[in-house]
């Protein structure tokens, strides 16, 4: 028989064992979700080219200024007559995006020169509807910084029928007044993926790029769309290209687009790609190696994607501030027509200057709408 005294030793170790499961910072994950607009589809709706809409929005207490770490993130797509679950097919993406960039940076690296948060947080896509982050790593953000949620509908193979779809994205984030422990600072990096289309070569952003040093530069391409990038040196770049039937791997320098200022290590990554895509990858080219690489799974009938790959690692892949790097897309167009394409990584990097901000930045705060997506 146990005494009194036996009975509250096993008690406190059995305790003590289950705060030791618990993770180091815990704090309550709260979750905000924001709804678009219904949007109606009734044809064939290829990428970019379905209807589309925007919210501005908060993802904390818009009333207070406290500090949060955006931990994960997740869009889902629902009938808009009775709310009942929808094919996840029907999205096309979900940016979501820093409401104010220069109060951002002004919060959170206000004696640096650097951009070093760019105005995308988020992209979500066929194939990739979550984000999240290892335990212990978020995004920081003010609880009164406005965010801004673009959300486009995608319809790639259903010819009949009429659908009104609702997508839903939903947000996780603490508290940072809640945490044991810190959390470990991350900002987002894009590598974008592009094609030449007029211009003496394919080296975006350098006077004079050379194979040896900078890869073998974009292909020469066809745009599908209308807004195309013009670098400082007069070449004319589209990151929305068309893909000819059969195999095309293009290859593109992204170190002018990282603008990495220290060594650092990335802890997450996340892929955009379309229908066709089969990989993307991250080159380093100062060592030859490949030190990203996801893959992109098509579904079983029809157009579309299934799965692509993200990468996720609490001890982080290393990332050099010398090092020149390349973004290497590959597509298997395995129809007889030309089909469109994207491809981006982001790297999601660890802060090593971040600074918690001491002066909170007011900015005027109306009452954000509580309707959906305009």
Known sequence: ?????????????????????LPANAAETRTVSFDSKAYHVDRIFRSMQGPIGRRRAYVGDWRNSELMWITAIRSEVFHAKDGSKAS??????????????????????????????QGRLFTLSQGQTDLKFPSGFGIPIISDEPVLLDTQALNLNRTEGEYDVVIRTSIDYVVDAELSQPMKPLFQKAAQGMVLVEGKDGYYGLEEGNAEEHGEGCSVGIAAGSENVVDPFGRVFSAHW?????????STPVTEFLEISYDTTVHYVSVHLHPFAQSLSLRDLTTGETVLHAEATSVDTGIGLKHVETITSEEGVRIFADHKYELVSVYENTTDQMQDSMAAMFLYLHDKEFVKPVKRMQSPKPKPSSGPLQ
Do not use: S, W
């Open 1 to 21: 028989m146990f005494n009194g005294a036996r009975l509250l030793t096993l008690a406190i170790c059995a305790l003590c064992l289950l705060v030791a499961d």
């Open 242 to 250: 068309q893909v000819e039937p059969g195999r095309q791997v293009n």
């Open 88 to 117: 996840d097919d029907f999205l096309c993406h979900a940016n979501l995006g820093f409401g104010d960039i220069e109060r951002h940076r002004a919060l959170f690296q206000p004696n640096l020169k650097e951009a070093r948060y």
